[in-house]
């Protein structure tokens, strides 16, 4: 089970953290990673962490945002900064084995998403 939080409403420039819990699933072994899905938009991937904790990032958000993870808390997070009105959207994060199975995305289920709003 996926449960992302700490979404809300920021100013164009501002910084927000979202966090994901994970629960029900092996956590420490497998990578994660963070979508997001704009109004009228597919989903798309934003940044990744492996179970070693080495970080990728889309390179719309590169530069701006931070990937982490914290195994004993089972919890994954994004630190957003410099944030835009293009940043907006829902903020969802899943796991997988590897890198490919986040690229892929082919996931049954996804969690509960966290709305993020920037405000130009």
């Known amino acids: 089970q996926l449960q992302a939080f700490g979404g809300g409403l920021a100013q164009a420039g501002g910084s927000l953290r979202v966090s994901c819990a994970v629960s029900g699933s092996i956590f420490y072994s497998n990578a994660a990673g963070w979508y997001r899905q704009a109004p009228g938009k597919q989903r798309e991937l934003v940044a990744t962490?492996?179970?070693?904790?080495?970080?990728n990032y889309a390179d719309s958000v590169e530069g701006r945002f931070a990937i982490s993870r914290n195994n004993a808390k089972k919890t994954v997070y994004l630190q957003m900064n410099s944030l835009k009105p293009e940043d907006t959207a829902v903020y969802y994060c899943?796991?997988?084995?590897?890198?490919?199975?986040?690229?892929?995305?082919?996931?049954?289920?996804w969690g509960r998403g966290t709305l993020v709003t920037v405000a130009s």
């Open positions: 899943n796991i997988g084995p590897g890198l490919a199975t986040l690229h892929r995305a082919d996931f049954g289920s």
């Open positions: 962490i492996t179970r070693d904790g080495y970080e």
